[in-house]
């Protein structure tokens, strides 16, 4: 049940995250905003989204992660609902880029990580990912939608008051079902025997992030671990979910056609994310990750030459592998926050979580300069391949730790 409240959540946390994205032509057609305009509310999302993630999780371990998570749901409905009064730019980006961002980043990766930790001895893998495609599966859920609905009547306004109706619909659901721990319902984790008393909560919801980051950073696992997912973050949201489009085209593909591909890029990346969940409960995590990351680079590096006016069958190959390796390094990258800092993987994982979105940020700038001066976006594929598979290089060096106890609370030294 909890993991399944959780699903919900995180469905409609990524498409409300992702909504902006459809509503780009209809703001510009009724207030004449720019789409640089329109694009720095989204990058202030996209930013507060990673940022959060840790903070959130801190949250969690202070108050409680029902009362953060009916917050961040109840600020999205907020955010969404708000802006059918704007009227300035500065409204979009108050409402979409801060509240709707803060929100969403509320109930990110960093939730999928304190849902598996505290719940789950065996399967965690599985349910992580399971958890994690929740992000895609919102996407491909709210996306057509919402676009269809900016094309009623009503307008993008109407699409924006459906988000805020479901938005605050789920914050009942999580008060009255949700609950923080196991022992709360005297059962223990699941696959363990025993019950696992709730640690109390206690210090300073910033000041436990902090502690987590400086604990964390005194080991040479955190780093391989960001240093890999800022590249993971890089080569997916940063590269190909912002630039594959915009290179279709410069080879002569349809916009709408390229989409179609990038959104087949997220149906098998669902299939992936929960392929990949069940094989960290029965492979070593950093070997996974070595191969996902071998394997995408692979991919990568042959990208330039699929490019083409229409759809071909190497493209279609293309497309199941790289989205079957979209977010697959999920799984494994929580199973080794868990695996090296015990119960504190949650916050920890949040700061992981954050280094992909600054690597996504990097690359979406770089791959766009590299565009303007080069005319071509070969060489930041190229570059993006290689540094994939010195992801790879990186998660096979991570060293071996025993599991930390599900009553183990400091970050490991």
Not at 198 to 224: I, M, S, V, Y
Request: glycine share 12%.
């Amino acid at each position: 049940m909890i993991a399944g409240i959780g699903f919900v959540a995180l469905v409609g946390a990524a498409g409300f995250r992702a909504t902006p994205g459809a509503l780009v032509e209809p703001l510009q057609r009724e207030f004449g905003w720019s789409t640089g305009t329109i694009g720095f509310a989204m990058s202030v999302n996209l930013a507060l989204y990673g940022i959060t993630a840790p903070f959130a999780a801190a949250l969690m371990e202070r108050f409680g992660v029902r009362r953060v998570t009916a917050g961040a749901m109840a600020l999205i409905a907020l955010g969404s609902g708000l802006t059918i009064f704007m009227s300035s730019a500065w409204q979009l980006v108050l409402l979409w880029g801060v509240m709707v961002g803060l929100g969403a980043g509320s109930i990110s990766l960093g939730f999928v990580a304190t849902i598996g930790t505290r719940w789950f001895v065996k399967r965690q893998g599985l349910v992580t990912g399971l958890l994690s495609a929740g992000g895609a599966t919102g996407s491909l859920i709210f996306l057509p939608l919402v676009a269809s609905l900016s094309e009623s009547d009503g307008g993008w306004r109407t699409a924006a008051i459906v988000v805020a109706v479901v938005a605050f619909a789920t914050v009942p659901m999580v008060l009255l079902f949700f609950r923080e721990h196991p022992a709360d319902v005297n059962i223990p984790p699941y696959g363990a025997d025993e019950i696992v008393p709730a640690p109390p909560a206690t210090g300073n919801a910033a000041r436990l992030a902090l502690d987590g980051l400086k604990n964390a950073a005194r080991t040479k696992p955190f780093w391989f671990l960001a240093l890999g997912f800022a590249i993971c973050g890089a080569t997916t949201n940063g590269l190909v979910a912002t630039h594959f489009i915009p290179a279709a085209h410069d080879h002569g593909m349809p916009s709408v056609t390229a989409a179609g591909l990038l959104a087949l890029i997220g149906v098998f990346d669902l299939i992936g994310t929960i392929l990949s969940g069940w094989l960290t409960d029965r492979f070593d995590s950093r070997i996974l990750l070595a191969v996902y990351y071998v394997l995408r680079g692979a991919s990568l590096l042959v990208l330039p030459s699929l490019f083409g006016e229409s759809i071909t069958g190497p493209m279609i190959i293309f497309v199941i592998f790289y989205g079957m390796d979209f977010i697959a390094t999920v799984p494994p990258t929580v199973a080794l926050c868990r695996e090296h800092f015990g119960m504190s993987a949650p916050i920890v994982f949040g700061w992981v979580f954050a280094s992909h979105q600054i690597g996504a940020a990097i690359a979406s700038t770089a791959a766009g300069i590299t565009r303007d001066s080069f005319g071509d976006y070969a060489p930041a594929w190229y570059v993006a391949g290689f540094l994939s598979i010195g992801a790879a290089v990186l998660s096979i060096t991570i060293s071996r730790a025993k599991a930390k106890p599900l009553t183990d609370a400091p970050v490991a030294a």
